[in-house]
């Protein structure tokens, strides 16, 4: 919750989803200016959305995506009021999620 | 005759000469306005607080999706508990703001006559760290940011004021910060006016040039370039680089000058800060 910003928008049958995801998607190649060790890879791996209980879109993320990645998709099927939960999971395992209703 | 004659020649040409030779600040803020006034008939006064976002609407539509998530939110949050965070004797910075600190940002700058220096709002933060015993922060970016991000905030909304007192020495620091403005520097031999002035709305490479006016009213600002935020001395010192020109302290005396000047430009127009740029 805390990591991720999510806002859900109707226009016709199409809702828009906008979401900003705080991570620091570290791609493993960069080197810790004062210590000169490698900063270990740290970035996500898959972010999913459901909205009843169907999986509307899932990403498959690598570390080519930037520091506090922005997305933003859009799928019909919805309408207002809709619950809709995102979801990330890292390379280390460590993982995030957030709901929203659709306005 | 003729000596009644030199007597009242002598009489005319000194009830008739100019105290001051140069124009007015209020005179210079009106040419300025209706240079922009000319150069973007369709922009209205009021939106040139948003910069090149005001000219393209290509940009804008990019910076309205942007600011659906403002990136500048964190600092506003991290500042605001820097700013009700008490000093080690207990004081805290709303004990040397007017209004406690809140609202307070369009009065910045302003030059103190009692010191003879232009205050800028960061100087005002660290002058109250130094006077209740605390180390003061390192300018530009950071902590000095994120509380003039959060005082920033507080005053939104609030029209620029500020004043030029009638004093020999706040016109020194007017005409100082002008000429910094008009002046050619650097390597490429360009101003601020160059890119700013003269050539607002053309595009440098693959930006677009942002008029000044209203330039001031969104610091401190979240570049994208800089992945965080900094204060207006801080890009000062970029642009200035940017023309290969070797650029001065943040809070040096001719930054505090350009800054009053600057922001005097932007007399009238309401604050937005912090804001988001490329």
Known sequence: MASIKIRAKMDGDVTTVKALIKHPMDTGLLKDKKTGKVIPAHFIQEVVCEHGGNKVMTAMWGPAISKNPYLSFKFTGAKAGDTLKLSWVDNKGESDSAETQVS | ?278
């Open chain 2, 1 to 278: 005759m003729k000596k009644l004659l030199t007597i009242a020649a002598t009489l005319g040409l000194i009830s008739a000469a100019p105290v001051a030779v140069q124009a007015s600040p209020q005179q210079d803020l009106k040419e300025f306005r209706a240079y922009f006034a000319e150069r973007f008939p369709d922009v209205p006064f009021k939106e040139y607080v948003n910069g090149v976002y005001a000219i393209d609407q290509a940009s804008r539509e990019q910076w309205e999706s942007i600011e659906e998530f403002p990136p500048y939110e964190l600092n506003i949050d991290n500042g605001k508990k820097a700013f009700n965070t008490p000093f080690k004797n207990g004081k805290t910075y709303a004990s040397c703001f007017r209004n406690d600190g809140v609202g307070i940002k369009q009065d910045y700058p302003y030059y103190d006559t009692a010191t003879g220096k232009v205050v800028t709002l960061e100087a005002a933060i660290n002058d109250c760290r130094v006077k209740n015993g605390e180390e003061p922060l390192k300018w530009d970016k950071g902590e000095i940011a994120d509380i003039s991000a959060y005082m920033a905030y507080t005053s939104r909304g609030n029209k620029v004021n500020v004043v030029i007192p009638n004093d020999e020495g706040a016109m020194g620091a007017y005409e100082r910060g002008k000429n910094h403005f008009y002046g050619k520097r650097g390597q490429l031999n360009m101003s601020c006016a160059d890119c700013h002035q003269w050539n607002a709305g053309n595009r440098i490479r693959a930006d677009l040039l942002s008029p000044a006016l209203g330039h001031t009213t969104h610091f401190p600002v979240y570049r994208s370039k800089w992945g965080g935020l900094g204060t207006i001395h801080r890009r000062y010192g970029g642009c200035n680089k940017q023309v290969r020109a070797k650029p001065f302290d943040s809070q040096s005396d001719e930054y505090r000058a350009l800054e009053l000047f600057h922001t005097y430009m932007s007399n009238g127009l309401v604050m937005n800060g912090p804001g988001a740029r490329k």
